[in-house]
């Protein structure tokens, strides 16, 4: 989890650089709603890490963060990428599927009152590959490419 604050404190760096004088009002929206999703994914880890493992209400808790992450992700997915970012828009789109995919298994990993190991591993699967698309988008803000093996997904 580290990893992905300091990934989202990259992004905020990331928008902080794309700030200019006499900048475009579209990039400036852009800016700020990258901004918003950053911090409130990062507020949506923090309240997961700090969910006590041990409490009878840990599960519907760790759900619960989950549907509003997965609700950030779908609002970043619905952003209109100013035009030197719209290549990216798609793998936006794409981390938002994830994601919503790994809720959606976390759901039914945790259903029954009994926990799928099966199912577990395929929503921490799609988690994962929902953040990696976001590290792409944040490497591509930066104006660098991709070419570290890590970062590819099918």
Known sequence: MKEKVCLFLTVVLTVVSLTACGEDPKLTQFRNSVENFCTRVSEIDTSINSID???????SELLSNLDELNSV??????????EEFDYLEELADKSSEYMSIAVSSYHEAYGNNAYNESTGNYAKEN????????????????????????????
């Open 73 to 82: 992700f779908l609002s970043f997915a619905e952003l209109d990428f100013p």
């Open 53 to 59: 493992a041990q409490s009878d209400n840990a599960v």
């Open 127 to 154: 988690y994962s590959r929902a953040y990696k698309c976001i590290q792409i988008i944040i490497i591509c803000l930066h104006g660098e490419t991709p070419d570290d093996s890590d970062l590819t997904f099918d």
